[in-house]
């Protein structure tokens, strides 16, 4: 069974910085791209950032030079550190797991930004 399980989301002041973990398990994690989606209320899901399996990146520019994407594939583990956060970036983030049509999503984490 494939899991995908999200933590480190919560509750911030502008400014401020968050790491999001996402650990999977049923999977070769190795194998998968991973990425980091969010969803606001009334909004639809975007893309965030997106790691590779060759460990090559992709980052929205609404993020880029603030939030940076990383894997740590003994853990089966990535990361999403997000720094100099702002309002806008308050929304659930999940974390997404895609290898050919596999395609896998875990449960979100919420990350509200506000003083």
């Known amino acids: 069974q494939v899991q995908l399980v999200e933590s480190g989301g919560g509750l911030v002041q502008p400014g401020g910085s968050l790491r999001l973990s996402c650990t999977t398990s049923?999977?070769?994690?190795?194998?998968?791209?991973m990425g980091w989606y969010r969803q606001a209320p009334g909004k639809q899901r975007e893309l965030v950032a997106r790691i590779f399996s060759d460990g090559s990146t992709y980052v929205d520019d609404s993020v880029k030079g603030r939030f940076t994407i990383s894997r740590n594939n003994a853990r089966n583990t990535v990361h999403l550190q997000m720094n100099s956060l702002k309002p806008e970036d308050t929304s659930v983030y999940y974390c997404q797991a895609s290898r050919n049509t596999d395609d896998y999503w875990g449960r979100g984490t919420q990350v509200t930004i506000s003083s």
């Open positions: 049923g999977i070769v994690f190795s194998f998968y791209a």
